[in-house]
Structure formats: structure tokens, C-alpha cells
């Protein structure tokens, strides 16, 4: 019987992914004891009972001795149910077919060899100078050169990890392999390569201020923490770009994304709004390191292997009506509404009060979904790459005035420019916030700042209000003043409830109403619709509109307001 065939899904590695780090490789006391080091105690000063057990590779051949009924207390309740073990090892260490004694052992016989795979053993590395480690930095907060990677470079190991070593609840092993063949691509991995030809950049604390030609380009860690570069702005482009690439390609029924677990609800709506792919992505993380105690990020990776093979996501013409998806300790979250609440797992929420999560792997391993978002996405997105201009107007402070002037979108081969990722700020908005009586726009010179900030900045920017629940408004009429006078200086402002508001932000003429999104899912709707209609049209004194200026904003603001109600 031919097996059926099983899907190829590509592994996309992201920046800051706990679900692609481990704990440090801590030097074993086996391996202290080995070079006369002092042994390494429990916290408490009380001697440690075991080493740490770390997946490693055997260099040759070994033969082993495992003492029968040893793998569960229980075994030896029902000897007579089990087979005779292949031998004995006696007082000696000697192993003989035949018993010799009543205190030899019975024992199985096994030959452990290099292509089996990873087996967990003690972790034998010292330090250059004989000093056992203790961390992932020679010395405490050591620079770069001093400091090994606990991230992992792409999703080969990790997967190959959790192949091997993760059992399933038949207690079998291969719980992706059986499932998928899975590519590895690094897109914006959480840890690189700094030598080879050429050598990967990352963050050099050694360099005093840490100057932009001493920060990570190539790859983002968290940790060590003095070592840690989240990736900056114009990355998304390349993360757009790359993803865009790798599913254009027909090579993949899917894909899976692995991301820092506070930023992964932020790219999976990104995903949704500018891939253009029929196929399924995937989105994970976690909240503690791979291999550490109860790490959920297993589980998590698997589960997206069997949402992608069960196709529930496939429309009758095998396109995903689903979107993008955050699959987390078994549910489904769609892209728009997925929020990271709290850092334990189980820590994800649905937010907007109106579904979320589509469906469940269930504790068989089943894939349910029982509902389907009606918001536009990938393939059907508005947003996508290909629907993107080449370029766009966008409003800077020049000599005269606020202007407007032509920025690149994307590049001549279509690909997005790094230069053209919108500056979008979030405004948060409280009771209390006027400086005095009598809301005086004068005195509100941290807003008036920003404002201009932005139009220094000679690029695609916006805002975001965070305001009153749901419906957006600002209490301050003086801040709000200055919001409408950043809309007639060309930037757009979108407003929405703080938190997580289940209700929908308002309409207004000229600001746009940002449904029930987060003010983080509103940023990014924002920036995607900033490089598709570019900046609002400019007024020539922006505190004080003409009514013709007013109407052309105001027809502008209705081009992305439909975009904002249907994404």
C-alpha cells in the first residue's frame, strides 16, 4: 500500500523566538569531577542530584546495558507479561548471556550509533581556560566575542529535537516527520553565523554607545540581554519580502512562522494583510525555551504541522479561507484578533469580543474549526505586495511649509523598500490629560513635538489614538486639536479603544475609525494602508482648513476607512 503524500511546509525563522532558544549548556559535574573542577550545587548550597541532560551526537559506535524494568516503577508488576532479557550484568561489570548469580542484573542489550540521532547526555564542554561554563557568556555580561548563542540559527535542530526526543500520547516519537517534509529558511532568525564568508553581524556591547554599525543586522536575540537587538522597522520589509518569495514559489502547502511570543500576534496580522498566498501560514511561539521544564513550544510546532496536513483551512477550490493563524496550546486564533496577555502558557486571548479563535488541535490530535473570518485576508487582502504602487505621496516639514513628495513604495523588481515601512506612533489617551484650564493647545508641547518629529522625518507616517472605550474619542479637546491639525499636515490618525475593546470605535469625517482592533493591530492596518494611498492631502495652513481642503481630506480618509472596516 503507497503511502499518501505528505505536505511540504517551509519553516520560517523569525527575531527574538523563545521557541528557538534553549537554556545554557551548563558544564556537567560528570565533566567537572572528569578535570578536578568543583562541582556545581543546587541554588539552596545542597548537593545537585543530577546533571542536566542535553541532546548531543554520538562520534562512534556504543554498546549499553539497560537493567530490565527500569523505564516505569510498574514493569516488574507484570514480569510475566514481558520477554526474557537479552542477558545479565554481574557484580563485575561483566554482561554474560547466562546468569551467574541472583544479583546480577538481567539487562537489555542495545548498540547505540551515530545515525540514530540525538541522545540525551551529560554536557562535557569546558571553557578555553579550563573554567567550566555557567552561561552563555564566558564572563558575566562579557562582549560578543566572549558570548555563545543559546538561539538557534534556523528550525533544523529544534524540529530534529522535537522529532526525537517528544513522545506523543501513543508514546511513539516522529511526531513531524510522520506528518510533513519541512524546509528551513531564515528569514530574520534570532541567531547567525559571525563567521564564514560573509560573517553575520550581531551586537557588539564592547563598543561603548552602542553605534548602528555595531548593532545585529543579520539576526535578533534577547539574550544574552546586554547582547539583545530587536529587529528595527525596515526589516519588515525583508521579512514581506521574503515570505512573499518563499510562498510564490509553489513549492509549500504551507508554512510556519516562529517568532518572539509578545511580537508573533503583530507579523501573523502583517502576514494577513500584505502576503498574497493561498496557502496556510501558520504562526508560533512560547513562552519558555526549548528543552526547558513543561516547554510549550513543541506542542505548538506540531500542532501547526497537522492544522496545514488536515486542510480544514481549504476552500473548495483548495484556497485558505482562514488567513493567517497563531496556534497556540491547541487553539487557533485567526491573525486580526490574537493577542499575548500573559507569559505562562495559555497566556493568548481572542480580543474585539466578537470570535477569534476558529477552531482546536484536540487532545487525539484531531483538527476542528468551527468558525471562518469574514475580514478580508492574503489572497483576498487589499494590502497585498502585488496591489501595492511603485510610489506614493508623503508630507514632510519643508522651507514654506508642509509638502508632499514622492517616495518609493517598492523597489523595480516589485520588492518593498525598506525606506517606505511607515512611522506610526500610538497615542494613548486617559482621563485627566489637559495640562490646565481653559485646554490651551500651547501647553501640550510633548504632542506638538511628536507631531513634528514625524514631519521631519521624510518618510510614510501616521498615528494610532488610543482613547476612550470603544469609541476612540480623546478627552483632552486641546490634544485633539492638535490631532486634526496633523491631519491636515498630511498624517493620517486612526482612532480605537483602550486595551482590548469589545465594542467599535466611531466614526468620524476625518479620523478613522478603527473598528475594534488593538492600537497595535490598528498601527499595522495603518502603516499597510499608508504605502497603499500614501499621505493625506496637505493643507496649506494646516490649524485653519479651507472647506475644499477639508473635503479632499475627508475623501481620502474614506479610502482608508474601507479599508479599516473590511481587514
Given at each position: 500500500?503507497?503511502?499518501?503524500?505528505?505536505?511540504?511546509?517551509?519553516?520560517?525563522?523569525?527575531?527574538?523566538?523563545?521557541?528557538?532558544?534553549?537554556?545554557?549548556?551548563?558544564?556537567?559535574?560528570?565533566?567537572?569531577?572528569?578535570?578536578?573542577?568543583?562541582?556545581?550545587?543546587?541554588?539552596?548550597?545542597?548537593?545537585?542530584?543530577?546533571?542536566?541532560?542535553?541532546?548531543?551526537?554520538?562520534?562512534?559506535?556504543?554498546?549499553?546495558?539497560?537493567?530490565?524494568?527500569?523505564?516505569?516503577?510498574?514493569?516488574?508488576?507484570?514480569?510475566?507479561?514481558?520477554?526474557?532479557?537479552?542477558?545479565?550484568?554481574?557484580?563485575?561489570?561483566?554482561?554474560?548471556?547466562?546468569?551467574?548469580?541472583?544479583?546480577?542484573?538481567?539487562?537489555?542489550?542495545?548498540?547505540?550509533?551515530?545515525?540514530?540521532?540525538?541522545?540525551?547526555?551529560?554536557?562535557?564542554?569546558?571553557?578555553?581556560?579550563?573554567?567550566?561554563?555557567?552561561?552563555?557568556?564566558?564572563?558575566?555580561?562579557?562582549?560578543?566575542?566572549?558570548?555563545?548563542?543559546?538561539?538557534?540559527?534556523?528550525?533544523?535542530?529544534?524540529?530534529?529535537?522535537?522529532?526525537?526526543?517528544?513522545?506523543?500520547?501513543?508514546?511513539?516519537?516522529?511526531?513531524?516527520?510522520?506528518?510533513?517534509?519541512?524546509?528551513?529558511?531564515?528569514?530574520?532568525?534570532?541567531?547567525?553565523?559571525?563567521?564564514?564568508?560573509?560573517?553575520?553581524?550581531?551586537?557588539?556591547?564592547?563598543?561603548?554607545?552602542?553605534?548602528?554599525?555595531?548593532?545585529?543586522?543579520?539576526?535578533?536575540?534577547?539574550?544574552?540581554?546586554?547582547?539583545?537587538?530587536?529587529?528595527?522597522?525596515?526589516?519588515?520589509?525583508?521579512?514581506?519580502?521574503?515570505?512573499?518569495?518563499?510562498?510564490?514559489?509553489?513549492?509549500?502547502?504551507?508554512?510556519i512562522w516562529t517568532q518572539g511570543s509578545p511580537q508573533v500576534e503583530e507579523v501573523a496580522y502583517w502576514f494577513n494583510l500584505l502576503i498574497d498566498t493561498r496557502a496556510p501560514i501558520c504562526c508560533n511561539a512560547a513562552q519558555r525555551p526549548h528543552?526547558?521544564?513543561?516547554?510549550?513550544?513543541?506542542?505548538?510546532?506540531?500542532?501547526?504541522?497537522?492544522?496545514?496536513?488536515?486542510?480544514?483551512?481549504?476552500?473548495?477550490?483548495?484556497?485558505?479561507?482562514?488567513?493567517?493563524?497563531?496556534?497556540?496550546?491547541?487553539?487557533?486564533?485567526?491573525?486580526?484578533?490574537?493577542?499575548?496577555?500573559?507569559?505562562?502558557?495559555?497566556?493568548?486571548?481572542?480580543?474585539?469580543?466578537?470570535?477569534?479563535?476558529?477552531?482546536?488541535?484536540?487532545?487525539?490530535?484531531?483538527?476542528?474549526?468551527?468558525?471562518?473570518?469574514?475580514?478580508?485576508?492574503?489572497?483576498?487582502?487589499?494590502?497585498?505586495?502585488?496591489?501595492?504602487?511603485?510610489?506614493?505621496?508623503?508630507?514632510?516639514?519643508?522651507?514654506?511649509?508642509?509638502?508632499?513628495?514622492?517616495?518609493?513604495?517598492?523597489?523595480?523588481?516589485?520588492?518593498?523598500?525598506?525606506?517606505?515601512?511607515?512611522?506610526?506612533?500610538?497615542?494613548?489617551?486617559?482621563?485627566?490629560?489637559?495640562?490646565?484650564?481653559?485646554?490651551?493647545?500651547?501647553?501640550?508641547?510633548?504632542?506638538?513635538?511628536?507631531?513634528?518629529?514625524?514631519?521631519?522625518?521624510?518618510?510614510?507616517?501616521?498615528?494610532?489614538?488610543?482613547?476612550?472605550?470603544?469609541?476612540?474619542?480623546?478627552?483632552?479637546?486641546?490634544?485633539?486639536?492638535?490631532?486634526?491639525?496633523?491631519?491636515?499636515?498630511?498624517?493620517?490618525?486612526?482612532?480605537?479603544?483602550?486595551?482590548?475593546?469589545?465594542?467599535?470605535?466611531?466614526?468620524?469625517?476625518?479620523?478613522?475609525?478603527?473598528?475594534?482592533?488593538?492600537?497595535?493591530?490598528?498601527?499595522?492596518?495603518?502603516?499597510?494602508?499608508?504605502?497603499?494611498?500614501?499621505?493625506?492631502?496637505?493643507?496649506?495652513?494646516?490649524?485653519?482648513?479651507?472647506?475644499?481642503?477639508?473635503?479632499?481630506?475627508?475623501?481620502?480618509?474614506?479610502?482608508?476607512?474601507?479599508?479599516?472596516?473590511?481587514?
Open positions: 500500500m503507497t503511502a499518501p503524500k505528505k505536505p511540504r511546509i517551509a519553516h520560517l525563522a523569525g527575531p527574538t523566538a523563545t521557541i528557538q532558544n534553549t537554556p545554557p549548556l551548563v558544564t556537567s559535574n560528570k565533566a567537572r569531577a572528569q578535570r578536578g573542577l568543583p562541582p556545581r550545587d543546587n541554588p539552596d548550597g545542597s548537593p545537585a542530584k543530577f546533571d542536566a541532560l542535553r541532546g548531543q551526537r554520538l562520534a562512534a559506535p556504543a554498546k549499553v546495558y539497560v537493567e530490565q524494568f527500569s523505564a516505569h516503577p510498574l514493569e516488574g508488576d507484570r514480569a510475566e507479561l514481558y520477554g526474557p532479557p537479552d542477558g545479565y550484568v554481574g557484580a563485575d561489570g561483566v554482561f554474560r548471556k547466562q546468569r551467574a548469580s541472583e544479583a546480577d542484573k538481567p539487562v537489555y542489550e542495545v548498540e547505540l550509533r551515530p545515525e540514530d540521532g540525538l541522545y540525551p547526555l551529560p554536557y562535557m564542554a569546558v571553557q578555553a581556560d579550563g573554567s567550566p561554563w555557567e552561561e552563555e557568556c564566558a564572563t558575566p555580561d562579557a562582549p560578543a566575542a566572549r558570548a555563545r548563542q543559546g538561539f538557534f540559527p534556523d528550525g533544523s535542530r529544534p524540529f530534529e529535537e522535537i522529532d526525537r526526543f517528544g513522545v506523543d500520547h501513543h508514546g511513539v516519537a516522529n511526531s513531524l516527520s510522520s506528518i510533513a517534509d519541512i524546509d528551513f529558511h531564515r528569514v530574520a532568525p534570532p541567531a547567525g553565523f559571525t563567521r564564514g564568508l560573509p560573517a553575520e553581524k550581531r551586537r557588539d556591547a564592547g563598543a561603548g554607545d552602542i553605534a548602528p554599525e555595531n548593532y545585529g543586522r543579520d539576526f535578533f536575540p534577547y539574550n544574552p540581554r546586554h547582547l539583545g537587538v530587536p529587529p528595527p522597522r525596515p526589516m519588515l520589509a525583508k521579512i514581506t519580502n521574503d515570505v512573499q518569495r518563499v510562498l510564490a514559489s509553489g513549492d509549500y502547502d504551507g508554512a528543552g526547558m521544564i513543561s516547554n510549550d513550544g513543541p506542542k505548538n510546532i506540531v500542532d501547526s504541522a497537522r492544522w496545514i496536513a488536515a486542510r480544514l483551512w481549504a476552500d473548495e477550490e483548495g484556497r485558505n479561507r482562514c488567513g493567517v493563524v497563531v496556534i497556540q496550546e491547541q487553539q487557533v486564533f485567526a491573525a486580526r484578533e490574537v493577542a499575548k496577555a500573559d507569559a505562562r502558557p495559555g497566556g493568548y486571548v481572542a480580543t474585539g469580543g466578537h470570535g477569534g479563535i476558529l477552531g482546536q488541535i484536540t487532545h487525539m490530535d484531531i483538527a476542528k474549526l468551527t468558525f471562518v473570518p469574514t475580514c478580508k485576508h492574503t489572497w483576498r487582502s487589499d494590502l497585498t505586495l502585488a496591489k501595492l504602487p511603485a510610489r506614493v505621496l508623503a508630507a514632510r516639514r519643508g522651507p514654506g511649509g508642509v509638502e508632499t513628495f514622492e517616495i518609493a513604495v517598492k523597489d523595480a523588481a516589485g520588492a518593498l523598500a525598506g525606506e517606505a515601512i511607515p512611522s506610526v506612533s500610538i497615542v494613548k489617551d486617559g482621563g485627566f490629560a489637559a495640562i490646565d484650564f481653559g485646554e490651551d493647545p500651547a501647553l501640550e508641547g510633548d504632542l506638538t513635538a511628536l507631531i513634528e518629529h514625524k514631519l521631519a522625518q521624510g518618510r510614510l507616517t501616521g498615528f494610532v489614538i488610543e482613547g476612550l472605550t470603544p469609541y476612540g474619542n480623546m478627552t483632552s479637546q486641546a490634544r485633539l486639536r492638535l490631532m486634526m491639525s496633523a491631519v491636515f499636515s498630511g498624517l493620517p490618525v486612526a482612532r480605537v479603544g483602550r486595551g482590548a475593546p469589545e465594542g467599535f470605535a466611531d466614526p468620524h469625517p476625518l479620523l478613522i475609525a478603527g473598528s475594534n482592533l488593538t492600537a497595535t493591530k490598528a498601527r499595522l492596518l495603518l502603516m499597510a494602508c499608508l504605502m497603499k494611498f500614501g499621505s493625506l492631502p496637505v493643507a496649506k495652513d494646516p490649524r485653519n482648513p479651507t472647506q475644499a481642503e477639508r473635503e479632499a481630506t475627508m475623501a481620502a480618509v474614506r479610502a482608508y476607512q474601507a479599508v479599516f472596516d473590511t481587514h
